[in-house]
């Protein structure tokens, strides 16, 4: 499930981490990204306090969305993320948290709305191709069809 | 040493005019009938064969000239002739037999059956061929059936696809000879080998000594969404 947690103290529609001025978001981010999430949680929670601008608030939130993706905890997980979204609605990283989010809670149809809108910000993004893969593993039920039918002339005698 | 010479010169030139007689087939319109692989779908055409110039193809029409589609240039070497269909990747062979035309097309994903006849005038007074009556087997009925694995990575892709195998049973119940006919994605064909292997079918009554039949199984490879 870590897949999805490299959030980053993200910026809007481009791949750019960008470190912010606060250093309790920045290490925050640093740690969700090393896999310390409660520690991640608690320096970002720390960070949002003194955040005063909105970009350094949706990054936040997205970041603290990841946090708890990767404690699997999606209820939280979503709730943050919409905020973020609320926010900013550019960030392509945001909305796959939200759908690694909605994946957890089997709400496949939600995540893959999410996967699709993070696509379209950010086509190229690798993290998007793996979270598509596990999404398909979980809502696509294989099924395969058999039929037995005469040779048209082509391999019989 | 120049007498020489020139013998071979003229050995040379009668041996390829030899050959170039050989290597043509005969000039005119044909109607054709182009079979799929499981013989579901069938498609009539005129198919023109030119000396030096490409095959042309067009779709028969009782009330418009036929609007003719060049193809590759024929290749005949007295017994069978060879073209491909740019446009559809069609390979065709087929061999002439002095009054017909028939053979196999191929594409990368599959392969049917082409059978020819001439058409007689230029009015395309058009006899619709019949290909010539196939030998019929009652179907082996399936005993063991094995069902093919999903790959996983086809479902992680969300890829769908189909398999059509053709393969021979013998009067056991046994399946051998197992040939993928139609894949259209590589990944489907070892799962479909492995469930071929794992089946068979019942033995019939009297069979000793008979011939093997001919069977064909088509997989379908789907993907139902869970919401």
Redesign the interface.
């Known amino acids: 499930m870590g897949l999805w947690c490299a959030a980053g103290y993200a910026d809007t529609a481009d791949n750019r981490t960008v470190v912010g001025v606060d250093p309790d978001l920045s290490n925050g981010a640093l740690a969700i990204r090393m896999g310390s999430y409660e520690e991640g949680i608690r320096l970002t929670e720390r960070g949002l306090k003194g955040a005063h601008s909105k970009r350094d608030r949706a990054a936040g939130l997205s970041n603290l969305c990841a946090a708890y993706v990767g404690l699997e905890q999606p209820d939280p997980a979503i709730e943050l993320c919409s905020q973020s979204l609320a926010i900013n609605s550019n960030n392509w990283r945001t909305y796959s948290n939200r759908a690694a989010a909605f994946t957890i809670k089997g709400l496949?149809?939600e995540a893959l709305f999410d996967l699709d809108a993070a696509a379209a910000i950010n086509p190229g993004a690798r993290n998007l191709e793996v979270l598509?893969?596990?999404l398909?593993?979980?809502?696509?039920?294989?099924?395969?069809?058999?039929?037995?039918?005469?040779?048209?002339?082509?391999?019989?005698? | 040493m120049k007498s020489r010479f020139q013998f071979a010169l003229v050995l040379l030139l009668t041996c390829n005019s030899i050959a170039w007689a050989q290597d043509q087939l005969p000039d005119g319109v044909w109607h054709c009938l182009l079979?799929?692989?499981?013989?579901v779908t069938e498609q009539t055409t005129l198919v023109r064969f030119t000396t030096n110039k490409p095959v042309a193809m067009a779709t028969p029409s009782e009330e418009s000239i036929p609007l003719w589609r060049e193809l590759s240039m024929a290749r005949y070497d007295g017994h069978s002739v060879f073209f491909r269909d740019p446009g559809t990747d069609q390979r065709f062979e087929g061999v002439f037999d002095g009054e017909s035309i028939t053979g196999?097309w191929r594409n990368d994903h599959s392969?049917?059956?082409w059978w020819c006849a001439p058409v007689d005038a230029p009015g395309m007074q058009v006899v619709r061929p019949r290909?010539s009556e196939?030998?019929?087997?009652p179907?082996p009925h399936?005993m063991r059936?094995a069902?093919?694995r999903?790959p996983?990575q086809a479902?992680?892709?969300?890829l769908e696809g189909r398999v059509v195998a053709?393969f021979?049973v013998d009067s056991s119940g046994k399946l051998f000879e197992p040939?993928i006919?139609e894949a259209t994605n590589p990944i489907f064909r070892e799962p479909t080998l492995i469930a071929l292997e794992q089946s068979d079918f019942r033995s019939w009554p009297n069979g000793q000594g008979q011939?093997p039949r001919?069977?064909?199984?088509?997989?379908?490879?789907?993907?139902?969404?869970?919401?």
Do not use: W
Request: hydrophobic content about 25%; aromatic content about 12%; some cysteine.
């Open positions: 496949y149809s598509r893969q596990i398909n593993e979980r809502r696509l039920r294989p099924k395969i069809i058999m039929e037995d039918h005469q040779p048209t002339g082509l391999f019989s005698e | 079979i799929s692989s499981r013989g196999l392969v049917g059956e290909p196939k030998k019929r087997y179907f399936p059936l069902t093919p999903y996983s479902v992680r892709a969300g053709c021979k040939q006919l011939p001919p069977a064909c199984r088509t997989y379908t490879f789907q993907l139902e969404p869970d919401y």
